[in-house]
C-alpha cells in the first residue's frame, strides 16, 4: 500500500468517526473510523520511514564501452590462421 493509500484510509476514518451520525446495529462506526485511521497512520510511518532509507547517495559508476563495431574479416582477430 503506497502513501497515497494510507491517507485514503485516514480521510474514510475520519469521515466515518466525525462527519456521520449513522447507526448500524451490531457495528459502531466511530471505532472502525479509529481503526482505519490509525492503520492509515502507522502505514504513512512506514512508508515514510522506507522511503527515508531508499534516499542513500550513491556514486554513479564507471561505465566502460566496449567496441562492439570492430570489423572482423577472419585474418586479422586471430580465427583464420
Known amino acids: ?18 462527519a456521520t451520525d449513522w447507526h448500524m446495529q451490531g457495528v459502531n462506526l466511530d471505532v472502525v473510523g479509529l481503526i482505519l485511521m490509525a492503520v492509515g497512520i502507522i502505514g504513512v510511518a512506514t512508508f515514510s520511514s522506507i522511503a527515508r532509507r531508499r534516499r542513500v547517495m550513491v556514486p554513479p559508476a564507471a561505465v566502460v564501452e566496449e567496441d562492439r563495431h570492430r570489423h572482423r574479416d577472419g585474418y586479422t582477430d586471430g580465427y583464420g590462421m
Do not use: Y
Not at 497515497?4 to 468517526?17: D, K
Open 1 to 18: 500500500m503506497g502513501l497515497g493509500g494510507c491517507i485514503i484510509l485516514i480521510a474514510v476514518g475520519a469521515i466515518l468517526t466525525f
